[in-house]
């Protein structure tokens, strides 16, 4: 039974991480669709995080389905009923952002040591905290949501490894490798625009 419950996570892992690569190839491109598969990734990941005891990503995965869900709307529509632009955060949202890192990683870590059974509660919490700013970011098409995931993703890494969820810590590696990627390769769109309008101003 204890094999076949372990042969079930493995198999939900697989499946989670497929979804999960195609969403994040999607968002490199800066194809809207990548919420559609992110979001079915987030619902298998809430039941293997809940089976391996890792709280703050449950809660995390519940915020990534709220803003996937955000994010789908904002890109689509945005505040003026057009499609939002890749940009640049601004000084203020740059605090913010900062602002949602401590603030998540602060309530997670209380919350982790006081009231679960969580043997790793400061690394979770800090996966988590950057995590919320990034996918803040992203959802309003912001360049600094990459540098944000990649910080998460970097302590994720040993974290899941740590875990024995070794499919998700290979699929975090490759998204790390992709958010890197994905910071240039929106990065060389922005420029592209900007040479568009200064070409046609």
């Known amino acids: 039974m204890i094999e076949d419950f372990f042969t079930q996570l493995t198999w939900l892992q697989a499946l ?3 979804f999960g690569v195609v969403q ?3 968002a490199r491109k800066n194809n809207i ?3 559609l598969f992110g979001i079915v990734s987030i619902l298998i990941s809430l039941f293997v995080m809940y089976q391996s005891k890792l709280y703050a990503d449950i809660i995390l995965n519940l915020y990534y389905l709220v803003m996937s869900i955000y994010g789908w709307f904002y890109w ?3 505040k003026k009923e057009e499609e939002t632009p890749i940009s640049y955060s601004s000084k203020s949202e740059h605090l913010k952002a900062l ?3 401590l603030t998540c990683f602060a309530i997670m870590s209380y919350w982790l040591r006081i009231h679960t059974d969580s043997d ?3 690394w979770d919490a800090a996966v988590s905290g950057f995590a919320w700013a990034g996918m803040w970011l992203m959802a309003k098409r912001k ?3 990459w540098i944000f995931l990649n910080i998460s993703n970097s302590i994720a890494i040993p974290l899941l490894i740590y875990k024995e969820l070794y499919i998700y810590a290979g699929l ?3 998204l790390f490798i992709v958010g890197t990627s994905g910071y240039f390769k929106w990065r060389k769109i922005v420029k592209n625009e900007r040479r568009q309008q200064a070409a046609s101003a």
Request: glycine residues 12%.
């Open 172 to 174: 975090t590696v490759f």
């Open 76 to 78: 689509r529509y945005g």
């Open 143 to 145: 360049m600094e949501n």
């Open 24 to 26: 994040v190839l999607l």
């Open 16 to 18: 989670g991480t497929t």
């Open 33 to 35: 669709h990548n919420y």
């Open 120 to 122: 790793v509660p400061f």
């Open 99 to 101: 602002g949602i890192v």
